[in-house]
């Protein structure tokens, strides 16, 4: 039987492993030079505004929230079908999360229930890029600045994607990415954001590292909570060795998408049941490749399958508002139907970089077999 097939994996070249052993020989393995000189890249790549680097792409959220002064009282609008912390941030400033549910073609915010779900309270608004997928954004923005609401959006999974011909994090308010391990990608666990002026820049320096300010030579100040979030050098030299890749990556990604689509063919949905995401390849970087299946199999069952025949299936995302914790908050079934559907059903394919045309092919047979 062919080798294992995991849904993602992160691939580290050769240069990037040596250098990573020069910083650790180096006796600074901190934050220092290879964090400057990676968020000098980011800010160049994002058309010159300004960013900073994190631990990760949850605390850049709560960080985001907390530059714009959110927190008990407000009320932030998030979608449900994304990783917990796209909620879990709200909670963490101490806001109310409020969803609205998905569209079920993109499988993001749909954007008519989004501004039905504005209010007095409202002051910011969290959208996910659910599979590096942008949303319309003139109309997304056209919301957000008609209700005069902040925007975070969470770009975990959209380095690489475009709007209109624009790279995301290039425009719009404030832009949150994530270099987790399976993202496009990665610093092992790490993340940016991009912010607007000087002063969010201050305010985000300071969140990061304990509230401390430098006065003069010798003396700190502390005058707002932070926390403990910046990026180390070490994570930051494979950023710098993935971020030179990031053109390959997209590319390749995009190539292994239309192949997916060129593989299942025209009449897959209607034999099937199932569905493909949306067939756009300019713009997405395709972060992942996902299904919904047909209520006929369950996911669990779909998955198990798969495996038998050595291929790896993730998971992204169960509906948020269905954990213990939101339900607690009084957030309970039938809420947000697409959502709850699409989280019941939803499959992401194999997806990488490293993968090649005969992975995709292998697949999609399975996936086939499976659903026969
Ligand atoms: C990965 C991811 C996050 C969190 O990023 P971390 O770097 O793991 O903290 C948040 N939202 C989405 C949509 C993600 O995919």
Same mark, same amino acid.
């Given at each position: 039987?062919?080798?294992?097939?995991?849904?993602?994996?992160?691939?580290?070249? #050769?240069?990037?492993?040596?250098?990573?052993?020069?910083?650790?020989? =180096?006796?600074? %393995?901190?934050?220092?030079?290879?964090?400057? /000189?990676?968020?000098?890249?980011? =800010?160049?790549? +994002?058309?010159?505004?300004?960013?900073?680097?994190?631990?990760?792409?949850?605390?850049?959220? #709560?960080?985001? @929230?907390? %530059?714009?002064?959110?927190?008990?009282?407000? #009320? $932030?609008?998030?979608?449900?079908?994304?990783?917990?912390?796209?909620?879990?941030?709200?909670?963490?400033?101490?806001?109310?999360?409020? +969803?609205?549910?998905?569209?079920?073609?993109?499988?993001?915010?749909?954007?008519?229930?989004?501004?039905?779900?504005?209010?007095?309270?409202?002051?910011?608004?969290?959208?996910?890029?659910?599979?590096?997928?942008?949303?319309?954004?003139?109309?997304?923005?056209?919301?957000?600045?008609?209700?005069?609401?902040?925007?975070?959006?969470?770009?975990?999974?959209?380095?690489?994607?475009?709007?209109?011909?624009?790279?995301?994090?290039?425009?719009?308010?404030?832009?949150?990415?994530?270099? /987790?391990?399976?993202?496009?990608?990665?610093?092992?666990?790490?993340?940016?954001?991009?912010?607007?002026?000087?002063?969010?820049?201050?305010?985000?320096?300071?969140?990061? @590292?304990?509230?401390?300010?430098?006065?003069?030579?010798?003396? %700190?100040?502390?005058?707002?909570?932070?926390?403990?979030?910046?990026?180390?050098?070490?994570?930051?030299?494979?950023?710098?060795?993935?971020?030179? /890749?990031?053109?390959?990556?997209?590319?390749?990604?995009? /190539?292994?998408?239309?192949?997916?689509?060129? =593989?299942?063919?025209?009449?897959?949905?209607?034999?099937?049941?199932?569905?493909?995401?949306?067939?756009? +390849?300019?713009?997405?970087?395709?972060?992942?490749?996902? @299904?919904?299946?047909?209520?006929?199999?369950?996911?669990? #069952?779909?998955?198990?399958?798969?495996?038998?025949?050595?291929?790896? $299936?993730?998971?992204?995302?169960?509906?948020?508002?269905?954990?213990? @914790?939101?339900?607690?908050?009084?957030?309970?079934?039938?809420?947000?139907?697409?959502?709850?559907?699409?989280?019941?059903?939803? $499959?992401?394919?194999?997806?990488?970089?490293?993968?090649?045309?005969?992975?995709?092919?292998?697949? $999609?047979?399975?996936?086939?077999?499976?659903?026969?």
């Amino acid at each position: 039987m062919n080798a294992f097939l995991p849904f993602s994996k992160p691939t580290i070249d #050769e240069a990037t492993i040596a250098e990573v052993g020069n910083v650790l020989r =180096s006796g600074w %393995i901190t934050s220092g030079p290879k964090v400057l /000189q990676f968020e000098k890249l980011l =800010s160049e790549y +994002f058309g010159g505004r300004p960013v900073r680097t994190f631990n990760s792409g949850t605390c850049t959220m #709560e960080i985001a @929230l907390r %530059i714009a002064g959110i927190g008990a009282g407000d #009320e $932030v609008i998030t979608t449900p079908i994304s990783w917990p912390a796209t909620a879990n941030v709200i909670l963490q400033v101490g806001a109310t999360p409020v +969803f609205a549910d998905i569209d079920p073609l993109t499988r993001n915010i749909d954007l008519d229930k989004l501004e039905a779900a504005i209010t007095p309270r409202t002051k910011a608004i969290i959208p996910v890029y659910l599979a590096g997928k942008p949303l319309d954004m003139d109309k997304f923005y056209a919301i957000a600045t008609k209700h005069k609401l902040r925007v975070i959006e969470d770009a975990a999974q959209a380095i690489g994607s475009t709007w209109k011909g624009k790279r995301i994090g290039a425009f719009g308010d404030f832009v949150s990415f994530s270099f /987790q391990a399976n993202k496009n990608i990665t610093t092992s666990e790490g993340g940016c954001l991009v912010m607007n002026n000087d002063d969010e820049v201050r305010l985000a320096e300071k969140y990061r @590292l304990q509230g401390v300010t430098r006065s003069g030579w010798d003396g %700190i100040e502390v005058d707002v909570l932070g926390g403990k979030f910046n990026m180390t050098d070490i994570a930051a030299t494979i950023g710098l060795g993935q971020f030179a /890749q990031i053109e390959h990556i997209t590319a390749h990604r995009r /190539q292994l998408a239309q192949h997916y689509f060129a =593989s299942f063919g025209a009449d897959f949905e209607t034999q099937t049941g199932a569905q493909l995401p949306p067939p756009e +390849f300019a713009e997405t970087n395709w972060h992942l490749f996902q @299904l919904v299946l047909p209520e006929r199999i369950s996911r669990a #069952e779909f998955m198990a399958k798969m495996k038998d025949r050595n291929i790896g $299936v993730g998971y992204h995302y169960a509906p948020i508002h269905l954990f213990k @914790l939101y339900r607690a908050l009084g957030f309970k079934e039938g809420m947000f139907p697409i959502a709850e559907h699409v989280g019941k059903q939803i $499959v992401s394919l194999p997806m990488f970089y490293a993968m090649n045309e005969a992975d995709v092919e292998r697949t $999609v047979k399975a996936v086939r077999e499976v659903l026969a």
